[in-house]
């Protein structure tokens, strides 16, 4: 039974599902998720009443269902972070720039926040780019390499790498937030034409598998050290 008093990280760790109820309340369970539920909940959420009726409903209909990643080794969560989240980042990045460019070109003048959204957009896929390259080429080696061998030196020479990621995850995160707001909880406007709602409907999934992948990331893997 998930409580008040169950840090919202934790909570997700246990039933993975329930980051997509808060996502939709904009309670942060990546870089702010080491608070209790019940200091989460703010004015824009539902109660807490409400949230510990919804994740315990689902705690209950998804028993014993789907892999939990939180127990897989250091290798092969790394393999799972890189096949689910990398390569498919870096080929939507690639597919929706040329969306977001051309609402933004087109509709911009009816609806400014348009070229506020796309200068967000831009920012954020190219961090999120350079990130997950350093990921791959460098810190994930030093985590492999350090699981194998867990000596003083190596611990010393990851951790400033972690700390650097994390960072930029929190920056990712605000990205992410401002997007939610100039979108209006990415929700089209009644004369968005279908390339209009397609670029919402990408971002809102964009933000969904961004928040999965930094929860992984903070609360599970770099945890761990």
């Known amino acids: 039974m998930i409580t008040k008093e169950m840090r919202v990280a934790d909570i997700v760790k246990e039933i993975p599902k329930s980051a997509d109820i808060f996502r939709s309340n904009r309670i942060d369970f990546c870089c702010g998720g080491q608070i209790p539920l019940a200091e989460a909940v703010h004015d824009k959420s539902a109660s807490l009443e409400t949230l510990l009726d919804e994740i315990n409903s689902l705690q209950t209909e998804n028993a014993g269902e789907g892999l939990d990643v939180q127990y897989l080794d250091n290798a092969s969560l790394i393999n799972y972070i890189q096949n689910k989240y990398h390569i498919l980042l870096r080929e939507e990045m690639k597919n929706l720039t040329p969306y977001v460019t051309k609402v933004a070109k087109v509709h911009g003048d009816n609806h400014p926040e348009l070229i506020d959204i796309k200068e967000v957009f831009t920012g954020l896929k190219n961090e999120l780019l350079d990130h997950t390259l350093d990921e791959d080429d460098t ?33 990712a995160g605000n990205a992410l937030k401002r997007l939610r707001e100039l979108t209006h909880d990415f929700t089209p406007p009644l004369d968005a034409c279908g390339t209009y709602r397609l670029v919402f409907a990408r971002l809102e999934r964009l933000e969904k598998d961004t928040f999965n992948h930094v929860h992984l990331e903070n609360n599970v893997l770099f945890k761990r050290f």
Do not use: C, G, M
């Open 139 to 171: 810190v994930f080696p030093l985590v492999k390499e350090y699981s194998l061998n867990p000596t003083d030196e190596l611990r010393a020479k990851l951790q400033p790498h972690i700390d650097e990621l994390e960072t930029e995850h929190e920056n």
